[in-house]
Structure formats: C-alpha cells, structure tokens
C-alpha cells in the first residue's frame, strides 16, 4: 500500500504534465497552422473547397482560422451564388443594398432550404399543419408564396 506521501508525491507529478504549456511549446503548436505557415491565397484555395457547414465549423476551430475566414469575403461567394438559384430576388436585393458576400448567405441560406422544398413539392401532400415539419416554415415574401402557389398548381 502506497503512502499518502507518495500519493501527494504522483499527484504533484501528473499536475505539472498538465499545466498550461510554455511560450516555446506554444510556438510548436503554432507551427502546425496552416493558415500561419502558408501565404493568404493557399489558406484561400483550402477554405474554399470546404462547403458551407465546415466553413462555419472552420471558423470556430481557432483565431487565426476565423480571422483568415472572416476577413475572405470571397469565401462566401459561391455558396452564396449557390443560394441565388433558388433565391435570385433576394439575393440580388441584398447584394444591391451593398451587404457583404456572407451577410447575404446568412441573411438567406435557411429561407432558400426551405423554399427549395416547397417547391420541390415536398409538402404537397400533407393534409394539415401538424404534418409540416418543424423547419417547413420560414418568413416569406408575397412573392416567394405566389412562386410557390405557381409550382403547386402545375403539379
């Protein structure tokens, strides 16, 4: 049986394993940064093969991701313009009120979901409201519902 002594003695020792690392291990650690190691239009040619949801999980991973990703508007532009084939209005609207790349993606990427099924005609059978799914339902425009009233009626 081990003695509290030694006990205190292994507990001390796994406690300083564990301590926050020093400024030279901190620099090891940033030599694995890509985004740090490599010029802007690498980390750009990266990032943008990602698609929407890893580009947002991207961000978060750390500072320099989020900085390289926030400050590359360019990023955005092509899931934005993939949004555009669903919401070209919105899109357009947006862009023509001066909104960034990605404040338009954002300001439209759920609404053109959930268009796209409308008019996909995936609820086109249901028979009440209690047969939408929670996530069917977004705030639409006049005209958004008249495109959608449009493909229902040619179904």
């Known amino acids: 049986m081990q003695t509290a002594s030694k006990k205190n003695k292994q507990a001390v020792a796994v406690c300083k394993e564990l301590t926050i690392p020093s400024p030279a291990k901190k ?5 694995e940064d890509f985004v740090e190691l490599l010029p802007p239009e690498v980390s750009f040619k990266i990032f943008s093969e990602l698609d929407i949801q890893s580009l947002c999980k991207a961000a978060m991973t750390c500072k320099s991701w989020n900085c390289a990703i926030e400050n590359s508007d ?3 532009k092509h899931h934005c313009l993939t949004v555009r084939a669903v919401c070209q209005r919105e899109i357009d609207c947006d862009r023509g009120n001066g909104y960034s790349w990605k404040v338009t993606l954002l300001r439209n990427y759920w ?3 959930v268009k796209h099924e409308w008019l996909s005609g995936k609820y ?4 009440s409201g209690c047969g939408l799914p929670e996530k069917s339902m977004y705030p639409m425009d006049a005209d958004t519902w008249g495109e959608i009233l449009e493909a229902e009626l040619e179904r």
């Open 74 to 76: 360019h990023l955005w």
């Open 111 to 113: 609404k053109s979901k």
């Open 124 to 127: 086109s059978n249901i028979h």
């Open 27 to 31: 620099k090891e650690e940033s030599r």
